[in-house]
């Protein structure tokens, strides 16, 4: 299958609105096109890419074109996976392929070769810097972390000491200490300043002490003596009172007693008068046997509030001193013994307030007595006497269990110690947060040896992909006649060129070209290619700015493009271009093959005020002859004739004008290294020249496809292109008349 005709390019760079026109010639097996710069030549090529990659063209989304082959099936924009066996040499195959790597303004001779190389190297490139970053974030999140972890070891090591000294336990150390920090959830083991006092008291004790017994409470009995002594007050004798006993209690006293010792006397032994039996029965009336029973009770009643006043001085007599108990419990045992102290003294003064009571009754025996008791009657000795009780309790119950007591202090304090440090720290979130950072690490590192699997593929991928090194070489050693520039395989799978044995930098534009062009070579022979089937585009393979290997890469394309499906070459060197037609010509003469082969030329025109390429028949000249001389007067030859102000090559007659004199001048007066010089020597008119010569120096320096001629007026340009014409007659008759008969 090969391509016949492309029916159309519509906004495609410079093919603004292209139609193939029925003038042209269809192509054939081999196809050669001719054009200058900013013609077109690439943009030509770039439709056929565009089928080859099977996108479109970045630069001109939404352009359309039509390609037709031999069997009249059509090849569209919008369907570009239709057309798969073409392969293009462009500027955008080298650009893909051949990926140089520069160090400021040097080039350096590392570079990549091969789409897929390039596109594998892109992504490893990535992918380094995608571990070099992931790499230093791990670095930096390790480097975070250990130095948290460190400090968090610092003041775990702090609290160690603190525990070590504050409990004298010479082994402790932070690996005893981190299991009870883990164990503690929060801050709750924490003691209060009197406990912890307590606990290290209790620690701290130098060694077992004595049991204590515990004192008998007696019996006192308050209340019910507080009842007792109300119901006597509350008691009347009955009988016959003296007055003046009953208002003096001396003289009752002292006359109660006398009754006793008269007893059995006749007279006073006071005043010495006789005791009359009338004296006698007054003083029975008074001092009767109720008053008698009365005061019985009051002295039995007083003696046993005598005998309970001992019982809280004998209790506090019996209580242990403070020094017996543990450090630890002697305060609160010392409290508690003097709080019992002062419930003892409240009771005895309680008895004595009772015992006056009963004193003012003893005169008071003939009438009722009522009493309000003190205020504060409420007592409680029992409850001050169990907490000493309980304090007892504690001292023994450490002294049954010394060690255990001891240990449980010692472990109470050391939580103490933690919970404060956790507190104090904030050392749980400080964990947390170097455990999150920590399992971030880990994902990293995870992450790392995932990339690193990833690149290994890659470099593995490259690696294959990069032994076809020794074939390049093979074709750059064709390509440059020598082996002095070989490439060879870096250690990072790339390419590196060396001339001579030497790194070699500072390529030229033809031998990257060059470079570019064996590996496009090699590329047509890999197993995935039949050449024979493949339709093959080379879009000016020899560089303007180096010509030196023209003649090797066409040598090249001779023996190696020769058999393909097709073939198109398009470019702007006319030594090539002529190298090429006359390969083309002898390959394809006589018979059958004499219609195997096509000549194009592209050309940019000026339409409507704006540029457009087209696609035209090599015209004669170029065909006939090996000089673009013959050609460029032919243009002006036709200018001259038509005398058109819609030449279509209007805009380019300052170059071509150019071009012609720079030719004729040059091997008509070659001792000028510059032609134009001698162009006193062609046009001797002063006038005629300066024209020819404004004409040329103001319209002719720029080739840019961007770059619009604005003339003053067409006849400007006409009375140059005639000008010079003439001048060539008048100097060279007969070569002018030559020149002519060829148009």
């Given at each position: 299958m090969t391509i016949k005709k492309i029916n159309k390019i519509k906004g495609f760079g410079i093919f603004k609105d292209f139609r193939f026109a029925t003038s042209i010639q269809e192509f054939k097996k081999y196809n050669l096109l001719y054009g200058w710069n900013y013609s077109g030549k690439t943009t030509l090529s770039r439709v056929f890419r565009s089928f080859e990659t099977q996108e479109e063209h970045p630069d001109y989304a939404g352009a359309e074109f039509e390609l037709e082959d031999d069997n009249r099936n059509k090849y569209k924009h919008s369907n570009l996976t239709m057309l798969p066996n073409v392969r293009v040499f462009n500027q955008d195959f080298i650009g893909k392929n051949l990926k140089w790597y520069a160090d400021g303004e040097h080039i350096e001779p590392i570079f990549l070769l091969g789409e897929e190389n390039v596109e594998l190297q892109d992504q490893l490139d990535k992918k380094k810097e995608e571990v070099e970053k992931l790499k230093a974030a791990n670095e930096a999140l390790q480097k975070e972390y250990e130095q948290e972890e460190e400090q968090l070891r610092r003041v775990e090591s702090n609290c160690a000491r603190e525990i070590k000294q504050q409990l004298a336990l010479p082994d402790y150390e932070v690996r005893n200490l981190r299991p009870i920090l883990n164990s503690l959830e929060d801050t709750g083991a924490k003691l209060s300043d009197s406990a912890c006092k307590s606990a290290l008291s209790e620690w701290r004790s130098p060694g077992k002490l004595e049991s204590i017994v515990s004192p008998q409470l007696p019996e006192i009995e308050t209340n019910t003596l507080l009842e007792e002594v109300k119901a006597i007050l509350a008691k009347a004798v009955s009988g016959k009172p003296i007055e003046k006993f009953k208002n003096d209690s001396r003289f009752e006293e002292w006359a109660q007693e006398g009754i006793t010792l008269h007893e059995h006397e006749k007279e006073c032994q006071f005043c010495g008068n006789q005791i009359t039996q009338a004296r006698r029965d007054e003083l029975s009336g008074h001092f009767s046997e109720n008053y008698k029973k009365l005061q019985d009770q009051i002295g039995v009643l007083r003696k046993r509030i005598e005998e309970r006043k001992a019982a809280p001085n004998n209790l506090t007599a019996d209580l242990h001193d403070k020094a017996r108990f543990y450090q630890e419990l002697q305060s609160e045992y010392e409290t508690n013994r003097k709080a019992l102290v002062e419930e003892g003294k409240k009771v005895i003064a309680f008895l004595g307030w009772l015992t006056e009571q009963l004193e003012?009754?003893?005169?008071?025996?003939?009438?009722?007595?009522?009493?309000?008791?003190?205020?504060?009657?409420?007592?409680?000795?029992?409850?001050?006497?169990?907490?000493?009780?309980?304090?007892?309790?504690?001292?023994?119950?450490?002294?049954?269990?010394?060690?255990?007591?001891?240990?449980?202090?010692?472990?109470?304090?050391?939580?103490?110690?933690?919970?404060?440090?956790?507190?104090?720290?904030?050392?749980?979130?400080?964990?947390?947060?170097?455990?999150?950072?920590?399992?971030?690490?880990?994902?990293?590192?995870?992450?790392?040896?995932?990339?690193?699997?990833?690149?290994?593929?890659?470099?593995?991928?490259?690696?294959?992909?990069?032994?076809?090194?020794?074939?390049?070489?093979?074709?750059?050693?064709?390509?440059?006649?020598?082996?002095?520039?070989?490439?060879?395989?870096?250690?990072?799978?790339?390419?590196?060129?060396?001339?001579?044995?030497?790194?070699?930098?500072?390529?030229?534009?033809?031998?990257?070209?060059?470079?570019?062009?064996?590996?496009?070579?090699?590329?047509?022979?890999?197993?995935?290619?039949?050449?024979?089937?493949?339709?093959?585009?080379?879009?000016?393979?020899?560089?303007?700015?180096?010509?030196?290997?023209?003649?090797?890469?066409?040598?090249?394309?001779?023996?190696?493009?020769?058999?393909?499906?097709?073939?198109?070459?398009?470019?702007?060197?006319?030594?090539?271009?002529?190298?090429?037609?006359?390969?083309?010509?002898?390959?394809?003469?006589?018979?059958?093959?004499?219609?195997?082969?096509?000549?194009?030329?592209?050309?940019?025109?000026?339409?409507?005020?704006?540029?457009?390429?087209?696609?035209?028949?090599?015209?004669?000249?170029?065909?006939?002859?090996k000089s673009e001389y013959h050609y460029l007067f032919s243009i002006l030859k036709k200018f001259d004739d038509l005398q058109d102000a819609n030449f279509d090559q209007l805009f380019q007659m300052p170059n071509i004008t150019r071009r012609f004199l720079e030719a004729y001048l040059g091997f008509r007066i070659p001792n000028e290294p510059k032609p134009l010089n001698n162009l006193p020597k062609l046009i001797e008119d002063e006038t005629e020249r300066n024209k020819v010569d404004k004409f040329l120096n103001e319209y002719s320096h720029n080739e840019s496809a961007t770059r619009s001629l604005v003339f003053n007026d067409f006849s400007e340009c006409r009375e140059v292109v005639k000008s010079v014409l003439k001048a060539v007659e008048a100097k060279d008759k007969d070569h002018y008349n030559a020149l002519c008969e060829n148009c």
């Amino acid at each position: 299958m090969t391509i016949k005709k492309i029916n159309k390019i519509k906004g495609f760079g410079i093919f603004k609105d292209f139609r193939f026109a029925t003038s042209i010639q269809e192509f054939k097996k081999y196809n050669l096109l001719y054009g200058w710069n900013y013609s077109g030549k690439t943009t030509l090529s770039r439709v056929f890419r565009s089928f080859e990659t099977q996108e479109e063209h970045p630069d001109y989304a939404g352009a359309e074109f039509e390609l037709e082959d031999d069997n009249r099936n059509k090849y569209k924009h919008s369907n570009l996976t239709m057309l798969p066996n073409v392969r293009v040499f462009n500027q955008d195959f080298i650009g893909k392929n051949l990926k140089w790597y520069a160090d400021g303004e040097h080039i350096e001779p590392i570079f990549l070769l091969g789409e897929e190389n390039v596109e594998l190297q892109d992504q490893l490139d990535k992918k380094k810097e995608e571990v070099e970053k992931l790499k230093a974030a791990n670095e930096a999140l390790q480097k975070e972390y250990e130095q948290e972890e460190e400090q968090l070891r610092r003041v775990e090591s702090n609290c160690a000491r603190e525990i070590k000294q504050q409990l004298a336990l010479p082994d402790y150390e932070v690996r005893n200490l981190r299991p009870i920090l883990n164990s503690l959830e929060d801050t709750g083991a924490k003691l209060s300043d009197s406990a912890c006092k307590s606990a290290l008291s209790e620690w701290r004790s130098p060694g077992k002490l004595e049991s204590i017994v515990s004192p008998q409470l007696p019996e006192i009995e308050t209340n019910t003596l507080l009842e007792e002594v109300k119901a006597i007050l509350a008691k009347a004798v009955s009988g016959k009172p003296i007055e003046k006993f009953k208002n003096d209690s001396r003289f009752e006293e002292w006359a109660q007693e006398g009754i006793t010792l008269h007893e059995h006397e006749k007279e006073c032994q006071f005043c010495g008068n006789q005791i009359t039996q009338a004296r006698r029965d007054e003083l029975s009336g008074h001092f009767s046997e109720n008053y008698k029973k009365l005061q019985d009770q009051i002295g039995v009643l007083r003696k046993r509030i005598e005998e309970r006043k001992a019982a809280p001085n004998n209790l506090t007599a019996d209580l242990h001193d403070k020094a017996r108990f543990y450090q630890e419990l002697q305060s609160e045992y010392e409290t508690n013994r003097k709080a019992l102290v002062e419930e003892g003294k409240k009771v005895i003064a309680f008895l004595g307030w009772l015992t006056e009571q009963l004193e003012n009754k003893q005169t008071k025996t003939f009438e009722a007595v009522y009493i309000t008791p003190p205020e504060q009657i409420e007592f409680e000795p029992k409850a001050k006497f169990d907490n000493i009780s309980a304090v007892i309790d504690k001292h023994n119950q450490k002294t049954a269990n010394f060690e255990q007591v001891k240990n449980e202090a010692k472990e109470r304090l050391i939580k103490h110690y933690a919970s404060d440090f956790l507190e104090r720290e904030n050392y749980k979130t400080k964990q947390e947060e170097i455990k999150t950072k920590k399992e971030k690490h880990a994902d990293q590192l995870t992450q790392l040896t995932t990339l690193a699997g990833e690149r290994a593929k890659i470099e593995a991928k490259l690696s294959d992909a990069l032994k076809g090194a020794t074939k390049v070489n093979d074709y750059i050693k064709q390509l440059f006649q020598h082996d002095g520039i070989r490439i060879e395989v870096t250690s990072e799978n790339k390419f590196m060129l060396k001339r001579n044995g030497f790194s070699a930098g500072n390529l030229s534009e033809g031998e990257k070209t060059a470079i570019s062009f064996a590996y496009f070579i090699t590329c047509l022979e890999d197993r995935n290619t039949n050449l024979s089937d493949t339709i093959v585009f080379i879009d000016d393979p020899v560089s303007s700015l180096d010509s030196n290997h023209l003649f090797n890469i066409y040598a090249f394309i001779k023996s190696k493009l020769w058999n393909c499906a097709q073939l198109f070459i398009s470019t702007h060197n006319l030594e090539f271009f002529n190298l090429l037609k006359d390969w083309m010509k002898d390959r394809c003469r006589g018979g059958v093959q004499e219609n195997e082969r096509s000549f194009y030329l592209v050309k940019r025109i000026l339409k409507q005020g704006d540029f457009e390429a087209t696609l035209e028949p090599l015209p004669d000249a170029l065909e006939r002859f090996k000089s673009e001389y013959h050609y460029l007067f032919s243009i002006l030859k036709k200018f001259d004739d038509l005398q058109d102000a819609n030449f279509d090559q209007l805009f380019q007659m300052p170059n071509i004008t150019r071009r012609f004199l720079e030719a004729y001048l040059g091997f008509r007066i070659p001792n000028e290294p510059k032609p134009l010089n001698n162009l006193p020597k062609l046009i001797e008119d002063e006038t005629e020249r300066n024209k020819v010569d404004k004409f040329l120096n103001e319209y002719s320096h720029n080739e840019s496809a961007t770059r619009s001629l604005v003339f003053n007026d067409f006849s400007e340009c006409r009375e140059v292109v005639k000008s010079v014409l003439k001048a060539v007659e008048a100097k060279d008759k007969d070569h002018y008349n030559a020149l002519c008969e060829n148009c």
